[in-house]
């Protein structure tokens, strides 16, 4: 075996040098590893790349003893989430296969993608590790070079088994990737999906895997085993102190993207995918933009993005966070979240210039409350398909101008009350049970404009109780 000579553009040669230039010797219990060498804000470092099983059983998470302590407890469902993207992934990555072979792609492969979801591109950010276990200069690794053409491309790392390359960021992707693996593998041998609450994938109450989707399982296993590898970057002799501090910038400095850029770029989110495409199609046709202006004035009738998907998801789920909505929880839903928006568009002034100006239905409070009594209506726990007709049929003819006198309810007075005819409106409010006055916005009397500040579930509902009244729907209280 040659030397593995990994520093500072250092010739290969035939004498052993340690990793400064590594020594190279090796038995049956090494384990190779093949390695770029690099060098990280001047530390020197290894990258690699690792079938997920192998990465696996050869790491470790430094989180049990406190005195090795070098990460955060693993949050589970997190690690499950991105278990459900690992998947989706490989799940991509077959049918692409088959699209590249020429290949007819199994109808069932489609199937479990539309339970999975599609999106243009994916991949794992790379992991770090450490491993402890050798010097930090690394000069007492075993290895050796990897030369094509006389030129040095990489080189042969020899590892015992008892080295463990020990995560300092990535522990939920590796965790995920355990998870993945068990899920394919106990279902290639079982041909039994776990419990729905232990199922990586959403199926109905046969818990026995039919021949088509034994057939999805067991490519997706191959490709798990031989086709996806993970990029790991290693460092060299860290002790914990350093493992800790690496941890820690790695975890701490970074910023969150904001909720409007993510909403414009995901193409993964099946509930971002539907408010896209339905509200921009041709038939309902709403403008949508990444940003709202503050003044009222300059309105131009468009709806912020975030706002609409929002809205959406809270058709569907009864929850405006998408974030982890799954395409299966979409299924049975589109039709009724399609009709909803259809309603909307029908709305006076609704999508006007100055929209806010003139109709309380372009704030998003007001579309949010209708969405929530949409869902109530159509799937929640005491859900009527006659109250969800009844709501759809009324929506357009209710008056959502500004000077409606339901908006300004609590300020007005028992005599103002009776004057409007709104005695009825108190049995809908079941906040105002105790005689608690709600602040639900301001309204400018020069103006004549109401403004509902603030996003509170609270006053949500209230709104939606408010509706429910005007649509001579059935009170909440009537409803459980």
């Not at 955060?72 to 993207?85: C, P, Q, T």
């Not at 039994?192 to 989707?213: G, I, R």
């Amino acid at each position: 075996m040659t030397e593995l000579s990994l520093i500072q553009g250092a010739a290969a040669s035939d004498v052993n040098t340690g990793l400064e230039s590594i020594v190279a010797q090796g038995n049956r219990n090494e384990i190779p590893l093949n390695v770029f060498v690099g060098y990280n804000l001047g530390y020197k470092t290894l990258t690699a790349s690792l079938p997920m099983d192998k990465f696996y059983d050869m790491s470790a998470v430094a989180n049990c003893n406190e005195e090795e302590r070098a990460q955060r407890d693993i949050s589970k469902a997190h690690a499950w989430s991105l278990s459900s993207y690992i998947l989706k992934g490989i799940l991509n990555s077959v049918v692409k296969k088959y699209i590249a072979d020429g290949k007819e792609v199994p109808e069932a492969f489609h199937q479990a993608q539309e339970k999975l979801g599609v999106q243009p591109y994916m991949g794992l950010q790379p992991l770090v590790v450490n491993l402890r276990s050798c010097k930090p200069d690394g000069s007492d690794l075993c290895g050796q070079s990897i030369k094509f053409n006389d030129e040095i491309v990489g080189y042969k790392l020899l590892l015992a088994r008892r080295d463990r390359l020990w995560v300092i960021d990535g522990q939920h992707r590796r965790q995920a990737m355990q998870n993945v693996i068990n899920f394919l593998d106990n279902i290639c041998r079982s041909r039994q999906y776990p419990l729905k609450n232990e199922s990586l994938y959403p199926y109905k109450e046969n818990k026995t895997v039919s021949d088509e989707m034994m057939e999805v399982w067991r490519e997706c296993s191959d490709t798990a085993f031989g086709l996806c590898n993970v990029q790991i970057e290693i460092h060299l002799g860290l002790n914990i102190s350093q493992e800790r501090q690496l941890f820690t910038d790695m975890n701490l400095h970074t910023k969150p993207v904001d909720k409007a850029t993510v909403a414009k770029f995901d193409s993964s989110n099946p509930v971002v995918l539907f408010t896209k495409e339905v509200l921009l199609s041709e038939a309902i046709g709403i403008r949508l933009t990444d940003k709202m202006p503050k003044d009222w004035g300059k309105d131009t009738g468009e709806v912020a993005l975030n706002d609409a998907i929002r809205v959406s998801s809270l058709i569907f789920t009864g929850n405006v966070g998408y974030g982890a909505v799954t395409p299966a929880q979409l299924e049975g839903r589109r039709v009724t979240a399609r009709r909803f928006w259809e309603c909307v568009v029908k709305i006076k002034d609704f999508g006007e210039e100055q929209a806010r100006n003139k109709t309380v239905a372009a704030q998003p409070i007001v579309l949010k409350s209708l969405a929530k009594l949409t869902y109530d209506c159509a799937f929640g726990q005491n859900k009527d398909a006659e109250q969800l007709e009844l709501l759809f049929s009324k929506i357009e003819e209710i008056d959502f101008t500004h000077e409606n006198p339901v908006w300004r309810y609590y300020d007005l007075s028992e005599e103002e009350i009776s004057e409007k005819g709104l005695g009825g409106l108190r049995e809908y409010l079941l906040e105002d049970s105790n005689g608690t006055k709600r602040n639900m916005g301001v309204y400018n009397q020069t103006s004549n404009t109401m403004n509902f500040a603030g996003q509170d579930k609270d006053k949500m509902k209230i709104i939606g109780d408010m509706i429910r009244y005007m649509c001579g729907l059935a009170s909440r209280e009537k409803t459980k």
